[in-house]
């Protein structure tokens, strides 16, 4: 580059490179951080050219320039051929206007790979200026459903884990696990038939449910085997090989047990000794510190879970530190470290047990009870560690066991000191409130993300409960669900309940202030959020705790702006849409029941209030159309005649709107494709006068001449859809218009109002 005369002050430096990214293929490419700085955010997932356009990055021609380029991004599949080469122009200014992707062989020349099983991309363009040293490059990748052997993925609708609110992808535990075990190139090679199926998929939809997504990266400096245990203990769980089939197993250590149905052992049923291990610690930990990363920020993070009570029984903390860099989001591990510190804050006893052969069916991270009066031990659960096998003719098994955490309440020691104090045994009643919805296609993406979403049939339907806390100790509640043709409930694990508030005084469809009451978890921190009110969703973009005031935005979604009543409930669907992970059919009718628990008890199904919906495949629908007008006046506002009414409205895509909440009067977006529009008029009587269908503009006009030909109505109702594939939209229009009402009718609701 040239000063005043001509003086050459500095250089501008082009490159043309392959980087590596690691083993291939992957899903996508993310992001690209050059120098700590953000480059590019997107989501390449094949060979398309894609441009880097940010020529100020470094501060521009003053300082160290910018970056302008091209790459393409070699996915690194087994019959991978390389792209030829290919140009990209750029918009921001900048020093270039075009950079030339190579073709890779061209540009090396001589005998050049097909850059088979190995993930990277190839970049031509402008790095920096003034500065000839190449700055630091990295990309965030993400892998889940590629990269498997003969790229067959195992259990593919469950390997995503969608985290952040579907920013971060994480891939399910049982995956990478299963992926370690069966891989023939790098992983054990083990044959998947060795691999207990069905452990494996419920491992992995209960992973899906809690959201065991990580972000771990295997640099194959430990051994496939260490690695595998790292997963583990991200997971909560277990893997071991079962004795009678060799096959592994993966056991996920959970509360997914009635201590009363768990085998039982004593001194005349198995057991034949109990040896106590004081070795552990007298001190509990009362505060677990894990430590996780965020792909994202590309920043660790620490959270905390602390035992109150005892940190100020003990004077202070007793920390265990946890290194978890998998874990890539705060809630998630801030989970994990509750779940630890239950764990290591209970003062649990550790036992070894020795049995004889009538307990060889026992395994690896196994419950059991176990009694012996000599240990004054009277139905403790424990849960089972390393099992061993006595010496040939010995014939007993040795066992290492610890107290069972989950089951704590039903454990007794026959010779504890009483109490005087009982505490209360609350029995639980139904939920204050209760809802059962169908799942938006917005609703979905957040809950299993686009790729599982677009592999959805059209006639896929999911369902989603809502309930409020009735109080009395109630923290949490069962969901249990069937669909047609089934006679018994299925039971899932304990949710949370739903935040919501209701609202003092009835609102029209466009209004966007509203005084609220009796909240339920609900605060500031529900700002960004959109709720369920009635059967409009809405998004939270404001709220003043002072004066109980919510600023809300209409019809977002699939949902058109409603009348709402006073003492209509606001949801947060957002955080708190609780699924039970099934798939239904369109024409189906689902049930459910919201289920209460209080301490160790839950309302009988009886006592449940029998929640339905029908289920009509509504994440599959075209968005209806939005601002809706008739003559320049919102349909929800106009009065007065009108006499041939030109409607206008904005279209709607849910496919590029994705889990983004777009307001009712907000500029068009779209459509999706295929979408068009339907007006119907019908007359007083509901009588069907005109069917206008295959409108693919954003006018529609009900002209005289249309009017004579219908019989020339003084007044009708109209009604308006989208469709797309003869699927029409989940909500639509329906509202009064007066074409000719006479003189007197038509001047007073033109200046009198009404």
Known sequence: MSGKGGQTVGYHYLFSFVAGLGRGPIDALRQIEIGEKDAWDGHACDDSAQAIDEPELFGGEGKEGGVQGGFKLLQGAADQVLPAAESVTFSNGGPIKSATIPNVKTALGGLVSEFRGFSAIVFDGLVASMNPYLKEWKFRVWRSRKGWYNDDCWYPAKATVWLADGHVHGMNAAHIIYQCLTDPDWGKAEDPAMLDENSFTYAANLFCSEGMGLCIPWYRQEDVDTFIQTVADHAGCLIYQERTTGQYVIRALRDDYDPETIPHFDLDSGLLEIEEDDSASSEAVNEVIVTGFDPITRQEFQVRAQNIAAWHAHGGPISRSMEMKGLATRELG??????????LSAGLKKFTLKFDRRVWQIAPGGVIRISSADNNISNMVVRLGEITEGKPGSGTITAKAMEDVYALPSTTFTQSTESEWVGPIIDPAPAAAERLIELSYRDLYLAIGPGDLAQADPTDSAIGTLAVSPGSGSYVYDLATRADGEVDYSVSQSR????????????????????????????????????????????????????????????????????????????????????????????????????????????????ATELSVDLVARQSRPYPPADLKVNGVSVFLHSGQQIEPVFTWAHRDRIVQEDQPVGHTEASIGPETGTTYTFRIYDLDNNLLREETAIDAVTWTYTAAMQTTDSAPSTVRVEVESSRDSIVSYQHYSFTVILNGGYGYGYGLNYGGA
């Open 496 to 607: 949370d309940y739903t935040g919501s508030a209701t609202i003092v005084s009835a609102i029209s469809p466009l209004e966007t202030s509203v005084e609220i009451e009796n909240l339920y978890e609900f605060d500031e921190g529900n700002v960004g959020q959109v709720f369920l009110l009635d059967d409009e969703e809405v998004l939270l973009t404001a709220y003043d705790s002072g004066t109980n005031t919510a600023t809300i935005t209409r019809g977002c979604t699939d949902t058109i702006p409603a009348d709402h009543a006073a003492g209509a409930r606001l949801w947060a669907i957002d955080d708190d849409l609780i699924t039970d992970g099934r798939t239904y059919l369109q024409g189906e009718t689902a049930e459910a029941l919201v289920l209460p628990r209080t301490g160790s008890k839950v309302l009988a199904q009886a006592d």
């Open 334 to 343: 801030l989970r994990v470290a509750q779940r630890e510190l239950r764990l």
